[in-house]
C-alpha cells in the first residue's frame, strides 16, 4: 500500500512513509530547536554565498533572506509550528521557508547537506557557550579576588588530609581557586580558538562540485576559517568534547569548593556565614540553615562528567563520515552547558555573598599544633640541627603538649629545654600563627604579602 505522506524532502525514493515508531526515534526537533537562531545565520550565509557565486540568482537570495527573517521571527516570537514529520531544526525551517517564499526555498540546499549544516550550527552553539563559560569564569573570579584582598593576612588553618597542617591565610585560600579557575578560563578559550573552523561547504561528505566560497561563509559566521577536510568538518565532535571536558574539570573544581562551603558554613567549623539569599531551610527543623546552592553545586559534576563520558562513547566506534548516531551529541551538551552556567552563577553569588567569621579561622588556626613546623625549622635555624632531629624533638614536645591538653605556645621554657636543652625564650616567637604566615615568604607562598601581590597581578589579568 502506497503512503501518500511519504517525506517531502526524499519521498522521490520512498514509497511509505515512517512508522510512528521511527518517526519517534528519529527525531530530533524536540531539541535542535535551540539551534535555531543558528540554522538561520548558517542558510542565510550560505544563500548570500550562492548568490555571489553566481550558482542562485540574486532575486532567489533576495527571497531566501527575507524568508529566512520572517521564520526567525516566528520562531522568537513563539508562533513556529515545529513538526516531528520534519524530523529536525533544518528541515523544519526549510519546510517553513517553502510555505513562504515558495519555489526558491528549494535552491537554498545547492552545495550543501543536512551533515555540515548541523556540524556548523551545533559548532556555533557551542562555541557560545564557551564564550558564556568564559564571562561566568570571569565573575567567579573577580568575585574570589574581593574575597581573598579583604582577608589577605586573615589566618585560618591549612589542612592536609583534612587535619591541621599549617596556618594559612584566608586571601591564599581564596587565591588557590582562582588559579584552578583560571586555568579553566585558559582552556576555555584554548578549546575555542581551535573550534573555529566553519564545516560549511564540506556538504555530504566530499565537498561539493558547485563553485562555492567556503571563505565567505566562513568569515560570515564569525569563523577563522574553513576546516581543511570535508570527510573530518562533517564527522568532528571533538569540539563538543574538548567543551565537556573543559567543562567536567570545571565542575570537578567548583564541587571541591563547595565541598569546603558546605563543611565551613556547619556549626562544627563556622567559618563562614553564607547569606540567606543562598541558603534554605528546613521545614521542620527551625534552627536549619542549609547551604543547598553548594550541595547542588557539588553534584554538578555528576551530569556534566556524565555528559563527558556519554558523548565520547557516542563517538568513539564511528566510522567516518556522518552517522545517524551523531546526533545524539546536543542533547548531553545542552544539559551539561545550562548546568555549567547556572553552578557558575550560583558559586559567584555565594563567594560574593558569604563572610568569613575571621574570629572563628583565628581560632582554629592557632589549635591542632599547627605551628610545629615553625618550631622544627626554628631547631634548624637557630641551633643548626639537622631537620630529621629537629622534627624528633619537635614531635615531643607535641606528644607533651598533648599529655598536658595545651597547645604548643602553652608550654613553659623548662618544659620545652626538656626535650632540647639548646632552645631559648626566642622559640616563642615563631609558635604565633601570624607570625608563621608572615614568615612564609617564598613565591606562592601563603605570607599576606605574597597574596596581596598576587591579587594585584590577577586583577591585571581579568580587570
Ligand atoms: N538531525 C540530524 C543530527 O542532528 C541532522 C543531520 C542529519 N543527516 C543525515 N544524513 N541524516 O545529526
Redesign the pocket.
Known sequence: MTDTTSNKMWGGRFAAGPDAIMEAINA?ISF?QRMAAQDIAGSRAHAAMLAARNIISNSDAEAIREGLLTVLSEIEGGTFNYSTAL??I?MNVEARLKEIIGEPAGRLHTGRS??DQ?ATDFKLWVRDQFDAAETGLLALIKALLGQAEAGADWVMPGFTHLQTAQPVTWGHHMMAYVEMFGRDLSRMRDARARMNESPLGAAALAGTSFPIDREMTAQALGFDRPSANSLDAVSDRDFALEFLSAASICAMHLSRFAEELVIWSSAQFRFVTLSDRFSTGSSIMPQKKNPDAAELIRAKIGRIMGANVALMMVMKGLPLA?S?D??ED?EQVFDAADNLMLALAAMEGMVRDMSANRDSLAAAAGSGFSTATDLADWLVRVLGLPFRDAHHVTGSLVALAEKQGCDLPDLTLEQMKSAHGGITADVFDVLGVENSVNSRMSYGGTAPEQVRKQVSRWKGLVG
Do not use: P, T
Request: no cysteine.
Open positions: 530530533s535542535d524530523e529536525d533544518h543536512r551533515n548541523v556522518y545517524k551523531m546526533q546536543k
